[in-house]
């Protein structure tokens, strides 16, 4: 077997910048992911979530639903990951998420879509290297119905500046 030399790899910054945001800027995020059964099912078990409707197919019918119903923190962490691409990956602590939303259940088998939109840019007082970011995300279905929105603010790291 072939040793690789990982040293040689040239490494690239990813993300954008603080400079790189202003109020207003919008950001439609990638490609959308599809909710599967299967992950729903995992998740749920993994975060001990054993509500019959996040389950049990039969059971969420019964209870007015269409079918077994995606849980909303996986509907975030989805719509969150999605973003963060866009806003996030150039490195800084995630400062929060506040006013979230779910508009309406999400089924196994939607596809969901991100956009963002920058709501305020601010330089940091007690960091001088990075500035304060906070968007406003929504997450959508397959039929532009709106399923999610949250805030979520961001320490940004400015250009020249090391990420925390």
Known sequence: MTEVDFTQFEISEKGNKFEDFSEGQEFQHHWGRTITSGENGLFASTILAYTPIYTNNDYAKRHGYTGMVAHPLLVLCTVVGMSVEDLSEAGGPFLGVNDVNFHQPVYPGDTLYAK?????????????????????????????????????TNLVSKRGSEAL
């Open 116 to 152: 963002s939109t920058v709501i305020s840019v601010r330089e940091s007082a007690s960091r001088p290297t990075h500035g304060i970011v906070t968007w406003k995300t929504q997450g959508r279905n397959q039929n532009d119905l709106l399923v999610i929105d949250y805030e979520r």
